[in-house]
C-alpha cells in the first residue's frame, strides 16, 4: 500500500515507530496529485515549498521528541475560501484571483500549530455556491470514482482529493451541504458541526448564519481527529459557541444498542434513487439487529427547508459580497467613475451562479419584499428549529440519505439550477438548525459510485453522532477506494 492510501492514524503510527517521516508522506500525496491532477483538477494550488519546509520541521521536532498532537506531520488539504497567510485564496473566483491574504484564518492557524502539513488550497464552487464543483472560474473538479461525473460541492476539491489520495484529510465548508454532499458522492466521511463550535474567523463569508467549516476523512475516527484540532471558542469570531467542546471519544465504539434513531419521512421516497434507498434501508436493518431502536419521524418543514435556504442564503451572500467592489483588494476594472469602475468589476469578476445569488438575495431584502420573502423564511426556519429540539425528545438522531442520488455527469443540471438546488435536500436542515451531521459511505451502487449515509444530531451532540456514525461505518465495511487507470500504488 502507498503510503497516500494510509489513514491519518495509520500514517501518525508510522511517523511515531520511525517507518516513515513527514517528508516521505508528503512526498507520497504530491506524486499522488501529479498522476491525478491532470484528470481531476482537485488542486488550484499546491504549495511545494511551503508544504517541504513543513514537513521538514515535524520531522526535525519528531526526532527531538516534541510531538504536538494527532495531525503533527500530516499532509492536508484545505478549501480555497479559507484565508492562508502567504498562499493565494481565491474562493474559485476571478474577482479574487491571485489575492494573497496577510493572515492565517483561526482553523489555519490551529491547524498549524498542531503540526499539520499543507498541502495546498482545493478547488471549489465560487464563493462556494453550488452542488457541483462546476461553477468554479478555474474549470471543474472530476469525481476519482468516474471522471465524467461530479464530485458534489461546494467542497468537492477537498472530497475528491482525499478519495483519491492527494492529501491524508481535508477541510471544507458547510452552508447547505457543502462538506457532507461531496463526501457522500465520492465516498468518504463529511462533517458539519454545531454552529459555533469551530470558527467561521478567516472563512470567506457566504452565508454567515450558515457556513460551518468541518473536516473530510477517509473514515469517522479521523474526522473526529480532524475535528479535535480545530474546534473551541474563538474571541475574532463573534458567533463562536463560548462553552467547552463536547466530549466524543468515551462512548466511540459503544455501537448503536439503545440508541433511538428518528427514520425521516420526509427524506425519502419519489426522487431517490433506488440503490440509495435500498442501502439506507439494509444499513437501517443491520442497525436494528444490532439494538438500536428504529422510530419514524415526520418533520414536515423539512419540505420547505429548500425554499427556506434559498431566500436566507442569497440574502446574507448579497450583503457579504458587497466588500469585493474593486477599491481594497481583488480584480479592478477600470471605469470612468467609481461607480462605473464597481459595476464593471463585479460584472466580469463573478460568474452567472453568484451574480444569480446576488440577484435573488437583494431583491428579497428590498423595500416592499423583505417581509414577505426574507422575513417569511427566518419565521418558518424558527419553526423548523423547534420541530428538529421537539422531535429530539423522542430520537437521539436522525438518520436519511445524504443526497437523493448518486454522482451525476458532468453538466447534466448545469442548465437547471432547480435540479442542482434538490442535490442538497437532504442536507439543508441541518445547516438551517445548527445542528451537527456527518455522512458516512455505505455502499456502491451497481455503476460503482458511493452511496452516503447521513446522520444528524441535536445541537452539541456530537458525541452520539459520531458513536452512531461509527456504528454505521463498521457494519458498512466500506473499504473500496477509486481506481484510477494509471494510478500507481
Not at 214 to 233: I, K, M, Q, S, Y
Not at 294 to 307: C, D, G, H, I
Not at 356 to 377: M, P, V
Not at 430 to 450: E, F, K, N, R
Request: negative net charge; glycine residues 10%.
Amino acid at each position: 500500500m502507498s503510503l497516500a492510501d494510509l489513514t491519518i492514524a495509520e500514517a501518525g503510527k508510522q511517523l511515531r515507530s520511525g517507518q516513515a517521516t513527514s517528508v516521505d508522506l508528503l512526498e507520497a500525496v504530491i506524486e499522488r496529485a501529479s498522476f491525478t491532477e491532470a484528470q481531476l483538477h482537485c488542486y488550484l494550488t499546491i504549495d511545494h515549498e511551503g508544504a517541504r519546509k513543513a514537513a521538514e520541521s515535524a520531522d526535525r521536532e519528531l526526532a527531538a521528541g516534541t510531538d504536538r498532537g494527532p495531525l503533527h506531520g500530516i499532509p492536508l488539504a484545505l478549501k480555497d475560501n479559507f484565508c492562508t497567510r502567504g498562499m493565494t485564496t481565491t474562493c474559485s473566483s476571478q474577482i479574487l484571483a491571485g489575492y494573497v491574504p496577510p493572515y492565517d484564518a483561526t482553523v489555519v492557524s490551529r491547524l498549524r500549530s498542531g503540526g499539520a502539513v499543507i498541502v495546498g488550497k482545493t478547488n471549489l464552487d465560487e464563493f462556494a455556491m453550488g452542488s457541483s464543483t462546476e461553477n468554479s472560474a478555474f474549470g471543474p473538479t472530476r469525481n476519482p470514482w468516474d471522471p465524467e461525473r461530479v464530485p458534489g460541492g461546494s467542497s468537492g476539491g477537498s472530497a475528491a482529493a482525499v478519495a483519491v489520495g492527494s492529501a491524508l484529510g481535508g477541510f471544507g465548508s458547510d452552508t447547505g451541504g457543502s462538506i457532507r454532499q461531496p463526501a457522500s458522492l465520492c465516498g468518504v466521511v463529511g462533517f458539519k458541526p454545531t454552529y459555533g463550535l469551530v470558527s467561521r474567523y478567516g472563512l470567506v463569508a457566504f452565508a454567515s448564519s450558515l457556513d460551518q467549516i468541518g473536516p473530510l476523512a477517509r473514515n469517522v475516527g479521523d474526522a473526529l481527529t480532524l475535528f479535535e484540532a480545530v474546534a473551541g471558542h474563538d474571541p475574532l469570531d463573534s458567533t463562536s459557541y463560548p462553552g467547552p467542546v463536547p466530549e466524543m471519544r468515551s462512548d466511540l465504539e459503544a455501537g448503536p444498542k439503545g440508541i433511538r434513531v428518528g427514520v425521516v419521512t420526509e427524506l425519502s421516497g419519489e426522487g431517490y434513487e433506488p440503490a440509495v434507498s435500498t442501502a439506507m434501508a439494509e444499513m437501517l436493518n443491520r442497525l436494528a439487529a444490532d439494538g438500536a431502536e428504529l422510530v419514524e419521524v415526520s418533520l414536515p418543514t423539512f419540505e420547505l427547508a429548500l425554499s427556506c435556504y434559498y431566500l436566507i442564503a442569497p440574502a446574507e451572500a448579497s450583503a457579504n459580497l458587497a466588500r469585493f467592489d474593486g477599491v481594497r483588494y481583488g480584480l479592478r476594472v477600470d471605469g470612468e467613475t467609481v461607480e462605473e469602475m464597481m459595476a464593471r468589476t463585479r460584472a466580469e469578476g463573478f460568474g452567472p451562479e453568484v451574480i444569480r445569488r446576488i440577484l435573488l438575495g437583494t431583491y428579497s431584502l428590498s423595500a416592499g419584499y423583505y417581509d414577505a420573502f426574507y422575513g417569511q423564511a427566518n419565521r418558518l426556519r424558527t419553526k423548523l428549529i423547534r420541530e428538529i429540539a421537539e422531535v429530539h425528545e423522542r430520537v437521539d438522531v436522525l438518520v436519511s440519505p445524504t443526497s437523493p442520488t448518486v454522482a451525476f455527469e458532468l453538466g447534466a443540471k448545469t442548465q437547471d439550477p432547480l435540479a442542482m438546488y434538490l442535490s442538497d435536500v437532504c442536507t439543508i436542515p441541518a445547516d438551517l438548525a445548527g445542528t451537527p451531521a456527518i455522512s458516512v459511505p455505505v455502499g456502491l451502487d451497481h455503476q460503482g459510485l458511493p452511496i452516503g449515509l447521513q446522520v444528524m444530531a441535536p445541537a452539541l451532540g456530537e458525541a452520539v453522532m459520531f458513536r452512531m456514525a461509527r456504528a454505521v461505518e463498521e457494519r458498512a465495511g466500506f473499504t473500496a477506494r477509486p481506481a484510477m487507470a494509471g494510478l500507481p500504488t
